[in-house]
């Protein structure tokens, strides 16, 4: 008890050292007030007791059963007992590291699918300049006019709101339905060029053209999970009319390949496009613009951008964000998870491996004499450094029989949070399963080779 309360206050300190670098690491703002907080520090004391009075109970017991004269006499057969809570307390150690270093690598397996899945859209070299606040309409035709005369600018256009933001919804039901029957979608404003912005794929119509003045008034694109929703084809919704809850019938001009217009956390569900100049005077919706810029001199380019933006939108200071980099914010309470799963799992590995050393040391020191005369006899190094690693793979091996299921269930659980999910392979497993023999092996290695090149003479004089 005495070791666990010193022990309890090390752990204090190391946590107060640690916490400012843990709260930045883990994007956290976590305090402790031990001293302030009676049950904080009630609580400390307790389970730094109750820890020691559990590992100790143990040996007292099992000392205080000795025969006084076998003691004296030397006559104690040391170690036999309690073998088989030596092996159970070995078993749940790998157990448990075991679970972890499988969770952080399907951890770090979805996070890595996330981040390179394919979105529908293509969000590379994308500049988004923020210009809320301000009527957007009246200077950017002007602005995109005058920037896609630098031949690094491939296409302009402007939305209402960045692609994986939270977007408003709006109520369609096709022409001649019942209003019962109205449905909840999504929706997005944008402006022309948005498809091509983005390299959308249409799988049928067209995107939003200036050849076609009613796209302004009347003009919608649905994605095809909208068509699917409402019994479409792609090719047989174009033309299709559809009321919305102003009761405005819009026509659909194309229908776009499904996207992620969210996190991949969620699934791709309907989704509406339009333009927004019907409503709320000239589009005052809008409120980002996107530049699609090819691969070159990044410099000039925003320079001239900034340029143009200071002499068309002098009420408003050139602000600009990548859209991938914006996107990978998306999973950055993942990325934080994966991270603080990371540090535990090696805490986990370091905590297992310093058990499995403690167990290998005192079975090498039971088996002193019998090294010896092994030795004695004409045994090899390699031939007792493995009698003795075996022991211990068995153990390991158990331990993988129990981790291999709690984590398939963990993990599974843990991914159906998410719409699109890696698989739980069998790699994995047998990855993590290897990586624990390692461990184990380097752990008990130490002490076996140590024991194996001991003098025989000196082990045989031990009693």
Known sequence: MLMCLISASLAVLIVELLLPAFNTFAGKSISFTYFSDPVLLAGLIIIALAVGILSGIYPAFFLSGF??????????????????????????????????????????????????????????????????????????????????????????????????????????????????????????????????????????????????????TEGIIINQSTAARFGWEPDEAIGKRLRNQNDLLLSVVGVVKDFNYTSLIYPITPFVLEIPRRREGLGGRLRYVAVKISAGNFQDTLSFLQSKWEQLVPNRSFDYFFLDEELDKLYAAQEKMGNVFRVFTGLGILIAGLGLFALASFTTELRTREIGIRKVLGAKVTGIVIMISKKFAKLVFIANIIAWPAAYLIMRSWLLGFAHRVELGIGTFVMASLLAFVIAILSVSVQSIKAALAEPVEALRRQ
């Open 67 to 216: 025969n006084p004269v076998k003691v004296l006499k030397g006559n104690l057969e040391r170690g036999n007992k309690g073998k088989a809570f030596r092996k159970i307390l070995v078993v749940v150690q790998f157990s448990l590291s075991i679970i972890l270093i499988i969770g952080t690598l399907i951890c770090f397996r979805q996070l890595n699918f996330l981040r390179n899945s394919q979105l529908g859209f293509n969000e590379d070299q994308i500049l988004m300049i923020p210009a809320y606040s301000t009527p957007i309409p009246q200077w950017y035709p002007q602005f995109r006019e005058q920037v896609l005369q630098d031949p690094h600018i491939v296409n302009v256009t402007a939305l209402e709101n960045v692609l994986g933001a939270q977007y408003q919804t709006g109520s369609f039901i096709p022409e001649g339905a019942l209003d019962a029957n109205m449905q909840q979608i999504p929706l997005l404003d944008v402006t022309h060029d948005f498809i091509e912005t983005f390299d959308m794929e249409m799988l049928a119509g067209r995107s939003f053209s200036r050849e076609f003045p009613t796209d302004i």
